[in-house]
């Protein structure tokens, strides 16, 4: 059983930063390859992917986050990072991390249906 969970929200100023932890446990965590993801969901809208990265090191990122966001992985403390740069208004939303045994191949984008496990979710507030 692989367990999610993150931490670090909260509120911050448009062009302010924010870094949010994401760890990860569980056999499929601590064995072998595995991949971590953060999404975000605002209401009435569609969980987005935001960044994801695989056990190389290798990262992905939306476009609306590129240059600004950084996707970071401890491997051997399994605990994955966001940093969040440059904020904007539209960044506010619920950030969840989300991990998966394996290897990740992002031709399709950052998807949810690629990921397995799921974080409670953490909110970011960005003010104008």
């Known amino acids: 059983q692989v367990q999610v969970s993150e931490s670090g929200g909260g509120s911050a100023q448009a062009g302010g930063a924010l870094r949010l932890s994401c760890e990860a446990s569980?056999?499929?965590?601590?064995?072998?390859?595995?991949?971590i993801g953060w999404f975000r969901e605002v209401p009435g809208k569609a969980r987005e992917g935001v960044a994801t990265i695989d056990s190389d090191g290798l990262a992905s990122y939306a476009d609306s986050v590129k240059g600004r966001f950084t996707i970071s992985k401890d491997n051997a403390k399994a605990i994955a990072y966001l940093q969040m740069n440059a904020l904007k208004p539209e960044d506010t939303a619920i950030y969840y991390c989300?991990?998966?045994?394996?290897?990740?191949?992002?031709?399709?984008?950052?998807?949810?249906?690629?990921?397995?496990?799921w974080g409670q979710g953490t909110q970011v507030t960005v003010s104008s």
């Open positions: 569980g056999y499929g965590i601590t064995r072998g390859a595995y991949y």
């Open positions: 989300a991990a998966n045994p394996g290897r990740l191949d992002t031709i399709f984008g950052i998807r949810t249906i690629d990921f397995g496990y």
